[in-house]
């Protein structure tokens, strides 16, 4: 599970060592109604493309990319999750409230034992890096900034970041 606004290598680092350990993955990508915000900038759509290219380079096995709303009941988004994705087995993630959900929903959940550069590779460092005109790229896969570029997404940060 993540928002991946936008995908990074923090992800990648992630997902090539869960691939060492399953035969398939499906990443959800939470969070799916949301977008042109200063928080969650690229929608569902494009958040598919950048995690689907990104792991075509970096991953062999079979994976699925499925977009998951939220909803405003904690205790039932599980199901909810569930309902939506192949199935899984084994949830991977850092995210506490995911953690918890996953584990009294009686679901095993992993998680990997340290964050890969966390300081630098987490979305919000990127998007603070876009709006202030810094380095970015090289925080995340080229073909990911290559979708960010093809739907201008820096000048949208900018635009719903914006006041008026
Ligand atoms: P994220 O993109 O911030 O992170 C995805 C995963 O990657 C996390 O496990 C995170 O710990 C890990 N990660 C990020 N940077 C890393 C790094 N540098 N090194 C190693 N690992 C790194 O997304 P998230 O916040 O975990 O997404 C959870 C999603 O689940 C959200 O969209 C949230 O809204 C959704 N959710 C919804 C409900 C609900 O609708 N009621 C409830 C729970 C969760």
Redesign the pocket.
């Known amino acids: ?5 936008p995908y ?4 990648e ?2 997902i090539n060592h869960i691939a060492e350990e399953v035969d398939e993955i499906v990443i ?4 799916a109604q949301l977008s042109h915000s200063p928080e969650n900038p690229f929608t569902a759509g494009e958040r598919v493309l950048m995690v689907t290219h990104a792991m075509e380079e970096s991953v062999s096995l079979p994976f699925y990319v499925i977009p ?7 205790a ?2 599980v199901s ?1 999750a569930r309902s939506i994705s192949p199935p899984f087995n084994e949830v ?4 506490p ?2 953690v918890r ?1 996953f584990c009294e929903a009686g679901t095993e959940v992993i ?2 034992p ?5 300081d630098n ?3 919000t460092e990127i998007r603070r890096r876009m709006l202030a005109g810094e380095d970015w790229r090289s925080l995340v896969p080229s073909v990911v900034a290559d979708v960010i570029d093809e739907i201008d997404g820096v000048r949208r940060l900018h635009d719903v970041s914006g006041s008026d």
């Open positions: 599970m993540g928002r991946f606004q990074h290598y923090g992800h680092s992630v959800g990508i939470g969070s998951i709303e939220d909803i405003q009941r904690n039932l988004w909810h991977y993630s850092s995210n409230l995911v959900l998680s990997p340290e964050m890969y550069k966390r590779y987490s979305g």
